[in-house]
């Protein structure tokens, strides 16, 4: 048994971080008492978006009175981040809890069956329990990779599948065309549920007419909504016919929001009856979400983004494009070398004055000189430091009041960069 939260986040810091298949999770979960049998769920698959999709649903569920069971993942500055209730994250207290209860049955589930759960499927199974005893009305639920085989697809009653768009990412482990990717994810469909998506390429939506199909589901497409205005505070998008105040920035939120939007109505036509216009409104309006066009800082504008892949990047691109089309833009950037760098790397560097590379701890990470190798052969302006923190230092004492500052690419290094941040703002206050 652990004694402290730390014991227990270092235990399943150790663990295999996640695998394919629902044997393991599906035998934890008997143990436990199979508390996600008690839950129904929308259950969110796709590439880019899932994380925008679950902050507009659980604000909106939160506003209109529903208790809104999250689960969204990876975590970007702390593991509790990835469980909560509305807005409020699983206290430590509660998730050592449930990590005990875990530990409790771990030695027989080895013995007996000759499985060990890996960490997500331990998070998965701490999230069930948590939102069970919280009572959930509904859970927002965000798979991991893939669909099909992924974890979270041990659940039964779904509500709604809902799909943010599906795009090339994970490829080798997914499948190394859009079809392949698609029908993985296109796994968490069950049978007679209902499926919602944003607009997808051809394969994609095909596949996704073909599995609705087959499990005799209704499938819709949500159209893309219009950019009205909006600056680093947030913008206003129209959906027909209505406008929506967001916080959250960037081209995707065009399609996410939509999404959100059509998830609730469908929601209320199944009778959940509080969810009002207003409610809805006003949860849209409050969203927030980590790491994604997050704004860290104002002067200089600092934008911290979670553009890890070629679609991501892409969109990124288009963003800063219609923000700062006049601004002098300064790329901070680290990237997984199992990603499509050169694509990553092509979609965004050639809007920027000066790009900056760096190394950080991650066994997947693509070191920073060779990344800047990459960065030079389509600009001239790039450096390598060997930190966050010089990293960081360097953009901000290169920075003028023209400047934009953004960081993207893997999730893992953006905690790393916001701190920093804000220990250099406190080292140097008053400086600007």
């Known amino acids: 048994m652990f004694k402290s939260f730390d014991e227990a986040l270092s235990y399943l810091e150790e663990r295999s971080p996640s695998s394919f298949g629902l044997k393991s999770i599906e035998t934890l979960l008997s143990y436990l008492g199979d508390p996600e049998k008690d839950l129904k769920f929308i259950h969110i698959a796709g590439t880019n978006g899932k994380g925008s999709l679950v902050a507009y649903l659980t604000a909106a569920l939160d506003r209109c009175g529903y208790t809104v069971g999250r689960y969204s993942s990876p975590a970007v500055f702390d593991v509790t981040d990835i469980i909560g209730i509305g807005r409020d994250n699983i206290s430590r207290d509660d998730f050592l809890k449930y990590m005990n209860i875990i530990a409790s049955v771990l030695p027989e589930m080895k013995k007996k069956f000759g499985l060990e759960p890996t960490r997500f499927e331990m998070e998965t199974a701490i999230a069930f329990m948590y939102f069970k005893e919280k009572r ?129 109505r469908t929601l209320k036509r199944m009778g959940y009856s509080k969810i009002g216009d207003l409610g809805v409104k006003e949860g849209i309006e409050s969203a927030t979400w980590n790491a994604r066009c997050e704004v860290i800082g104002k002067d200089p504008i600092f934008i911290i983004d979670g553009a890890h892949n070629e679609r991501a990047s892409a969109m990124l691109s288009l963003t800063l494009k219609r923000y700062f089309p006049d601004k002098r833009l300064i790329f901070i950037m680290g990237i997984f070398k199992d990603k499509d760098v050169r694509q990553i790397v092509e979609n965004t560097v050639d809007l920027a004055n000066e790009v900056i590379t760096f190394d950080w701890e991650h066994e997947r ?62 080292d140097n206050y008053g400086r600007y």
């Open 136 to 264: 959930s009305d509904i859970v927002v639920l965000e798979t991991g990779l893939g669909g099909r085989l992924d974890a979270t697809n041990i659940v039964k009653d779904t509500l709604i599948s809902a799909f943010v768009s599906i795009s090339y990412d994970h490829m080798g482990i997914l499948g190394n065309s859009l079809r392949e990717i698609a029908e993985e994810k296109a796994g968490i469909i069950k049978e007679n549920s209902i499926v919602i998506s944003v607009k997808q390429e051809g394969d994609v939506e095909k596949v996704l007419l073909e599995t609705a199909k087959e499990k005799k589901s209704a499938i819709y497409f949500a159209s893309k909504g219009e950019f009205m205005g909006g600056d680093v505070n947030g913008q206003v998008i129209s959906y027909k016919g209505r406008e929506f105040p967001t916080k959250l920035i960037g081209e995707h939120q065009l399609e996410n929001l939509p999404l959100a939007i059509e998830v609730l």
């Open 365 to 426: 990470k693509l070191g920073g000189e060779k990344l800047k190798e990459i960065v030079s052969q389509y600009m001239d302006n790039a450096h390598f430091m060997k930190n966050a923190r010089e990293a960081v230092k360097y953009a901000l004492e290169s920075a003028d009041s023209n400047s934009v500052i953004v960081a993207f690419g893997s999730l893992s290094h953006l905690k790393e960069i916001k701190a920093e941040y804000k220990r250099y703002e406190e």
